[in-house]
């Protein structure tokens, strides 16, 4: 099993910064691709970014410029620089981890084993 907690969401006004981070830990973490989902009210959970253990990097279209997806020197670490946020960005934030065995670049939800609670944005306008 794989644990993923993640942090640092809350409120911020348009044009604000917020940075998620996402622990992963358990017997089974390794080589795991890493992302990071988001889902707001009345609509489905949606991709935000992804990151390979190699460091191959992608994003939605509707954050390329604006958000940052890294993986702390510890590894296990990974997280999401959000700038310029806009009101449309409020939505739960969920880290994710892919089965152990699986290290390509990913954007679809189904592709992802793990899951942590979520932590929530909200961007005032």
């Known amino acids: 099993q794989v644990q993923l907690v993640e942090s640092g969401g809350g409120l911020v006004q348009a044009g604000g910064s917020l940075r998620l981070s996402c622990v992963a830990s358990?017997?089974?973490?390794?080589?795991?691709?890493r992302g990071w989902f988001r889902q707001a009210p009345g609509k489905e959970r949606e991709f935000v970014a992804a990151i390979t253990w190699s460091g191959v990097i992608g994003y939605a279209d509707s954050v390329k410029g604006r958000f940052t997806l890294a993986r702390g020197s510890a590894r296990n670490t990974v997280y999401l620089q959000m700038n310029s946020l806009k009101p449309e960005d409020t939505a739960v934030y969920f880290c994710a981890a892919s089965a152990p065995a699986y290290s390509s670049y990913t954007d679809q939800l189904t592709d992802y084993h793990y899951w942590g609670q979520g932590t929530q944005v909200t961007v005032s306008s």
């Open positions: 358990g017997p089974t973490f390794g080589r795991n691709t």
